[in-house]
C-alpha cells in the first residue's frame, strides 16, 4: 500500500515512493460478475492518463472472485492450512465493514499477536516463478520489485490451476476498486473539485508508463513468454490494483515489500495502530492487537495514518465523516503574477525546489507552518526583498530548524490569503455538491448503473468530508482575523482618545 506522493513509476521501472507499510483488502465496492474480459487491451502511451476512459466500463479480467465471495475465501484458507498455515484464531466472514473480514474466533486480549503466516507463504521479488524462464527475463533486465511482483502475479495468474498460488488468486478481487478503475471521464464528472483527482490521474499514467517501459523494453523482444493476450494493459491494471491496495512493507525484513495471502483479508480502522511485521522468534508474520475482541467481532489493522482521499485513491473506500483522525484536504496557493516581485519569489522558490504554485495539507487541527511562509512570500512587500529566501526555504522544509517566522506586519495579510484561498476552494466543493454530477454519456446496463451509483457516492463522501476541513479552517481564520482587527481598532480608539486629551 502507498504512503506519501506517487512518483512515475515508468522511469527505469522505479516503483513509486508510496511504500506500502499497511494493508487493507478492499471494502465498499462495485462487484463485477463476467468472468471473461469485455474488450480488448488498450494500447495507450505514456503521456496519456485519458486512455484507460477508452475501457469498457468495468471490463475486469478472467481471475480473481466476487469481492463478497466466501466460497474463494475458504479455499484459500484450506489452501493456506494444507501448506503450513498454524491454526487461526480468525475466521473469514461476510462483515458489515469491507464485504469480507477476519473476524474473532475466541476472545482476544490486548497485545496477542496474531496470524504467524510463515514466509514460504508469502510473495516477494524473490519467489519461485510458475515459469522460471518468465522469471529469468525479468531478472536479468533487473526490473525492481514494483513492476516484477506485478508481473509475477499475471505470469502465476495466467496459468491458473497450475501455479501454486491459484488459491490465492482465486481469492483475489477480479477488479480492485482504486482509483485506477475510474475512467477518465468519470474523475473529471465525480472529482473535479478534489485535488486527488489530480492525483489519480498522476497514478494511471504511472502504471501505463510502466507497462509500456516493460512491453518496449521485454515483452515486445520476447513474444514467446511474453504474449500480447496476457501481458497487456488491462492485466497490469489489475495486477498494479492489487498492489497498491495489499502490498506490505516489513520493518523487520529490511524493508521488504510482499504479499502477505490471508493477512490481506483484515479491514482497515482509523482507530487502531497496529500494523504487519516479521516476527523473528516465531519466523512469521503477525500484528500485535492494540485492543481486546470477543468472539463474532471483526479484527482491524491500520494502514497508515492517511486521508480519506488517500484511501479512496488506492482502496476504494471513504470512511464515514468525522471517523478519520487523519483525515486532510491538499490546498492549492500560487505566487501573483501581477505581484512587482513575481520573479524574485519566484526564483526564491525555485532555488529551495518549490514553484510558483504549491499544495499544503489542511487537518482540522490546523494548517502546517510551511503554508504560513509561503502566504508571508505571497504577500511580503519589495522592501522585504531581503527576507524571501527564508521564506522559501522555511516554505520547502529544508531548514535544518523550524525557523520562527516572526514577521508581524505579514500576520494579518498571510492569514486573509490563506482565507481568501479556503473560501475559493469551498465555493468549488459547494458549486459540486449542490449542482451534482451528470455521469459520462456512455449506455449503461444495470450493473453499470449501479456501479455509477456507487462511484457518485464515493465522490459526495470525499468531498464532503474534504469541504468540512476547509469549513473548519475557515472558522478558525475568521476568528483570529477577528480577534486581530478586533484588536488594533481598540488601539486606535485609545489613540484618537488620548490625542483628543492632549489638545
Not at 442 to 452: D, F, L, S
Amino acid at each position: 500500500m502507498a504512503t506519501s506522493s506517487t512518483t512515475a513509476l515508468h522511469s527505469q521501472f522505479r516503483p513509486p515512493l508510496r511504500a506500502p507499510r499497511h494493508l487493507r483488502p478492499l471494502p465498499h465496492s462495485y462487484s463485477s460478475s463476467s468472468r471473461t474480459r469485455g474488450c480488448a487491451p488498450v494500447r495507450a502511451s505514456a503521456a496519456s492518463a485519458s486512455a484507460p476512459a477508452q475501457r469498457e466500463i468495468a471490463a475486469g479480467v478472467p481471475w480473481g472472485c466476487e469481492i463478497e465471495s466466501l466460497e474463494s475465501a475458504a479455499s484459500l484458507e484450506r489452501w493456506l492450512i494444507d501448506s503450513g498455515l498454524p491454526e487461526q484464531r480468525l475466521a473469514i466472514q461476510r462483515v458489515d465493514i469491507g464485504e469480507r473480514g477476519l473476524v474473532a474466533l475466541k476472545n482476544i486480549r490486548k497485545g496477542e499477536n496474531l496470524l504467524f503466516v510463515p514466509p514460504s507463504l508469502v510473495i516477494t521479488a524473490d519467489s519461485e516463478w510458475g515459469r522460471p524462464e518468465v522469471g529469468d527475463v525479468m531478472k536479468r533486465n533487473s526490473v525492481p520489485d514494483w513492476p516484477l511482483i506485478a508481473t509475477y502475479l499475471i505470469s502465476e495468474a495466467s496459468l491458473e490451476g497450475s501455479s501454486r498460488w491459484i488459491s490465492y488468486i482465486a481469492a483475489l478481487p477480479r477488479q480492485p476498486y482504486s482509483l485506477l478503475y475510474w475512467t477518465r471521464a468519470e474523475l473529471d464528472a465525480y472529482l473535479v473539485a478534489s485535488p486527488i483527482r489530480k492525483r489519480a490521474i498522476q497514478r494511471i499514467t504511472d502504471v501505463i508508463g510502466t507497462y509500456n517501459d516493460l512491453r518496449d523494453r521485454i515483452f515486445s523482444r520476447h513474444p514467446d513468454l511474453f504474449p500480447e493476450e496476457v501481458y497487456n494493459i488491462e492485466t497490469f491494471l489489475w495486477s498494479f490494483g492489487i498492489l497498491f491496495s495489499r502490498l506490505v512493507r516489513l520493518p523487520s525484513m529490511d524493508g521488504r515489500v510482499v504479499l502477505v495471502p490471508w493477512a490481506d483479508m483484515l479491514n482497515h480502522s482509523p482507530e487502531v495502530e497496529t500494523f504487519l511485521d516479521f516476527d523473528k522468534s516465531s519466523r512469521g508474520i503477525v500484528f500485535t492487537t492494540d485492543r481486546s475482541y470477543q468472539p463474532g467481532e471483526q479484527v482491524f489493522i491500520s494502514y497508515g495514518k492517511k486521508s480519506s482521499g488517500e484511501l479512496l485513491l488506492s482502496y476504494g473506500f471513504v470512511p464515514k465523516e468525522g471517523t478519520n483522525p487523519n483525515d486532510s484536504v491538499e490546498l492549492l496557493v500560487s505566487l501573483d503574477k501581477s505581484d512587482n516581485c513575481y520573479k524574485e519569489k519566484l526564483q526564491a522558490l525555485k532555488r529551495n525546489g518549490l514553484s510558483e504554485s504549491e499544495s499544503f495539507p489542511l487537518r482540522v487541527t490546523g494548517w502546517p507552518v510551511e503554508l504560513m511562509a509561503y502566504a508571508f512570500l505571497v504577500v511580503s512587500p519589495p522592501d522585504m526583498s531581503q527576507c524571501f529566501e527564508e521564506m522559501a526555504a522555511a516554505a520547502s522544509n529544508k531548514t535544518s530548524s523550524k525557523p520562527g517566522l516572526n514577521y508581524p506586519d505579514l500576520e494579518e495579510q498571510a492569514l486573509q490569503f490563506i482565507l481568501d484561498c479556503c473560501e475559493s476552494n469551498i465555493e468549488k466543493y459547494t458549486k459540486y455538491l449542490e449542482g451534482g454530477a451528470g455521469s459520462p454519456e456512455v449506455p449503461m446496463n444495470a450493473k453499470q448503473a449501479n456501479r455509477t451509483l456507487l462511484l457518485k457516492q464515493l465522490a459526495r463522501d470525499l468531498c464532503i468530508s474534504e469541504r468540512r476541513i476547509l469549513y473548519r479552517t475557515q472558522y478558525i481564520l475568521r476568528r483570529r482575523l477577528r480577534d486581530m482587527r478586533g484588536g488594533e481598532l481598540r488601539a486606535l480608539s485609545l489613540f484618537n482618545g488620548l490625542r483628543k486629551l492632549f489638545k
